[in-house]
């Protein structure tokens, strides 16, 4: 499969855990774009990252919330001391240089739940 | 900020209808994207367009810039196209990704 991998696909935490979400872009992308989909909200933007670099976090919360793309390996999202206002889907995307046709490649999301 | 706001949000029709979901935005955007979310919640990118129209299939997406307006039309709707239709939009010198979203309609079509 070629496609945006994401993993885990559930992930259950209890508050004040530590939840670690993993994104494998397409073959080829360097692009990675992190979306969090609250119960019965719309998706919102998190942030845009390119190998090693940030280039985007303005949908970030301030606290707890981090995320990497380093040289090798998938790109991480990562929230400490987690809260039960965290549980939703978080979704990736993955785009190649922009040339640009604008095409985004989503993932088929992790479902974090916080107890 | 952008207002998305998309209509209906619920929609059922039937095996064959011609269907069209609207979205509309407060402020001028770079481009704007149509997607597709199934139950079980995978997202599928249908359409980015910044002008004009853009067909695939059944599916036609349209974008007019000075009406801050789109719509997506299905033709010989099927059950599979059952999901949720989610309009986001890119704001001029935004990053690629920083997308605004709709809340999506939610279509279901009976056979």
């Known amino acids: 499969n070629a496609g945006v991998m994401q993993n885990p696909r559930h992930l259950v935490r209890r508050r004040g855990q530590e939840a670690r979400l993993r994104c494998s872009p397409m073959k080829g992308h360097s692009h990675v774009y992190w979306y969090r989909q609250l119960p019965e909200e719309g998706l919102k933007f998190m942030v845009y990252?390119?190998?090693?670099?940030?280039?985007?976090e303005s949908g970030m919360p301030k606290e707890r919330f981090s995320a990497e793309f380093p040289k090798e390996g998938p790109s991480i999202l990562r929230i400490q001391q987690v809260v039960r206002g965290d549980s939703a889907a978080y979704f990736c995307a993955s785009s190649p240089y922009m040339k640009n046709t604008g095409e985004l490649f989503f993932g088929e999301g992790s479902r974090l739940t916080v107890l | 900020k952008n207002e998305v706001e998309q209509s209906p949000q619920n929609l059922t029709a039937q095996e064959g209808e011609f269907i069209t979901i609207n979205c509309s935005y407060s402020v001028g955007i770079s481009a704007l994207h149509w997607l597709q979310q199934h139950p079980g919640g995978g997202i599928v990118s249908l359409f980015m367009l910044s002008s004009g129209k853009k067909k695939h299939g059944r599916l036609i997406a349209t974008i007019n810039i000075q009406e801050k307006h789109s719509s997506l039309h299905i033709t010989a709707s099927h059950p599979r196209d059952s999901a949720v239709y989610i309009c986001?939009?890119?704001?001029?010198?935004?990053?690629?990704?920083?997308?605004?979203f709709g809340k999506g309609t939610k279509l279901s079509v009976k056979p």
């Open positions: 990252l390119q190998k090693e670099n940030i280039i985007d």
């Open positions: 986001a939009v890119r704001m001029p010198g935004g990053s690629q990704g920083n997308l605004i």
